[in-house]
């Protein structure tokens, strides 16, 4: 009997152990990704010196409740921190922080969704480095110590770029502006002042893969709060866009369609005076889905990103397709598309796009200043592979100016460009072998290339930054491309050679033959520099090549016309300006 009870109790405890370990195992992996959100909304502060916001929590608690009740599927962890949850209606620096230490314990998997809300006062404040460098109001902060009391811009992006999450949004309902949704002291003030109006531009973020930061505002304009719509402006028409942002009609909202819907009404409800911007590399990225489930079928989606580019026009293969204002849904595949300013009837970009359904694009990503023709110079080299026919017709290498002028156009789904080419070099005195004798020649060289050509952009070496309010190009972009072309050759050789064994002491003749190139170009709003490098082969049946065959045997090496195949290679680096 003792020996079966401790039989009992041992099995017992086994059994209890083990339905421990199994429940532990079921909690802690998640085989499903989760749908996170955080919202901050701050209507309370200490200092006297920042006033008291109205409708700050009230965002908040809006935004989670779109997210969390009626997306589908909804959103299953809420981190909600306002004036609203707290029994005194403050939220301090403390509490921010612990929410976003939350957020970091939930987020355990890339394809979780994460939406990060703020609203609250921007600020800024100059830092013992001299730069001057936004921050984030909380309940606690201190105009007198806040760079203590206060998040900085810089930690919160950080922060956010830190989160596993490789599909997470980071919305700011606030500004810098010194109006509206932002407090900037007397002191401060007077410092943005000295700054002309440099500061209040889109901030150098390297954004993270699959992540988007989007603000209510541009970022020299006023967040505004409305009385009538019970809310921040673009906090109200972005949780109507959760619902009704559908640009393509796959049955599902993205981040970027909910963006454009409440941009588009920003503007409209402020009369342009508040333009919401966006800081994202959407190119090529599956879309962050808010509210529904997308259908196989979808569209790809075009969108404006900046406020400038609201009013552009878009046409496919000819097809108008409206303006940007709430974007713009493509066909799959590829075609040509055409970029317009309705106001001046102007042609602001013209090129094949490929684009694929259910991916997202910035308009900028077809901007870039690639003009129709140019004309470039630089210096060109070429130089004969081989033993034999190099030693005896061009033993060194050509160096000389190289002229080229290129005309690209997109038709017929691609973009194809046609390059003519001309590379002309001085006089080289030089020795030639010839039937074991040497010589002495001065040759001069001219060689001539007609090309078709084909580009593709490298996404990872352009840069298209955000342009000055109100104009449609920035200031400086540059987009670059990788280019390859093929095409017909010609090589015309001069030269006198120093020998009384030559019948024809001076001879002049041309070798034909085709020639491929590969390089890089990098277009700038009218220049564009270019590096390549190309393989020629040569056909030769002209006697410059072969009078010296027989070398000192005279009047017999003038009529030699055996043909030669002459391989080389040549590279080029210029630099050129497009021509209106």
Request: net charge positive; with cysteine.
């Amino acid at each position: 009997m003792r020996l079966r009870t401790v039989a009992k109790i041992i099995f017992t405890t086994l059994a209890l152990l083990g339905s421990l370990e199994a429940g532990a195992s079921t909690t802690v992996p998640r085989t499903q990704p989760r749908r996170i959100v955080m919202a901050i909304g701050v209507n309370k502060f200490d200092d006297d010196k920042f006033k008291d916001v109205n409708f700050a929590a009230k965002d908040a608690r809006d935004v989670t409740d779109a997210l969390m009740k009626k997306a589908k599927p909804s959103f299953d962890k809420e981190i909600l921190v306002s004036s609203d949850t707290t029994s005194d209606g403050r939220v301090p620096l403390g509490e921010l922080r612990e929410a976003m230490a939350k957020v970091e314990a939930a987020n355990l998997r890339e394809d979780d969704t994460v939406v990060i809300y703020l609203s609250t006062h921007g600020t800024v404040l100059r830092h013992p480095d001299g730069m001057v460098r936004r921050h984030i109001l909380v309940s606690d902060s201190q105009s007198q110590n806040l760079a203590a009391s206060s998040l900085a811009f810089d930690e919160l992006t950080m922060w956010f770029k830190g989160l596993r999450s490789r599909k997470k949004a980071l919305v700011l309902a606030f500004c810098y502006s010194g109006v509206g949704r932002s407090v900037l002291t007397p002191n401060m003030l007077m410092e943005v002042a000295r700054l002309r109006g440099g500061f209040f531009t889109e901030p150098d973020i390297e954004v993270a893969e699959g992540s988007v930061i989007l603000a209510a505002s541009g970022w020299q304009e006023p967040a505004r709060e409305s009385p009538v719509l019970q809310n921040e402006v673009y906090t109200h028409f972005l949780v109507k866009g959760f619902e009704h942002g559908d640009t393509n009609g796959d049955g599902a909202v993205s981040i970027t369609e909910a963006h454009a819907y409440a941009t588009d009404g920003t503007a409209v409800f402020t009369r342009n005076e508040q333009n919401p911007s966006a800081i994202s590399e959407i190119k090529g990225r599956d879309p962050i889905i808010i509210n529904g489930t997308p259908s196989r079928t979808r569209n790809a989606l075009l969108f404006a990103g900046y406020s400038q580019y609201r009013s552009l026009e878009a046409r496919w293969n000819g097809r108008s397709l409206g303006v940007l204002s709430r974007g713009i849904s493509l066909p799959e595949g590829r075609g040509k598309l055409v970029i317009i300013d309705p106001s001046t009837s102007r042609v602001v970009a013209s090129k094949v796009a490929a684009v694929q359904a259910g991916e997202e694009y910035l308009v900028t990503d077809f901007l870039a200043p690639r003009q129709s023709h140019f004309v470039s110079a630089g210096v060109g080299l070429f130089e004969e592979v081989g033993g034999r026919s190099r030693r005896r017709l061009m033993p060194e290498r050509t160096v000389g100016l190289d002229i080229r002028y290129d005309w690209n156009e997109a038709f017929f789904n691609d973009l194809i460009g046609l390059q003519l080419g001309f590379l002309a070099a001085p006089p080289i005195e030089e020795t030639i072998e010839v039937a074991g004798l040497s010589f002495r020649q001065k040759r001069s060289s001219y060689l001539m290339l007609l090309g078709l050509t084909s580009s593709w952009k490298l996404s990872s070496l352009s840069s298209i930054p955000e342009p000055p309010s109100g104009q449609l190009k920035a200031p400086f972009v540059w987009d670059t491309s990788l280019v390859a072309g093929a095409g017909p050759s010609l090589l015309c050789l001069e030269r006198t050679i120093d020998s009384e064994a030559f019948k024809r002491k001076r001879q002049k003749g041309c070798m034909a033959g085709a020639h491929v190139s590969t390089g890089v170009s990098t277009y700038m709003p009218t220049l564009r520099m270019t590096t390549d490098l190309s393989f020629m082969g040569l056909v030769n049946r002209n006697p410059v090549a072969d009078s010296n065959d027989n070398g000192n045997r005279g009047a017999s090496a003038g009529s030699s016309t055996r043909t030669h195949w002459t391989p080389s290679w040549g590279a080029s680096a210029r630099l050129g300006f497009a021509l209106k």
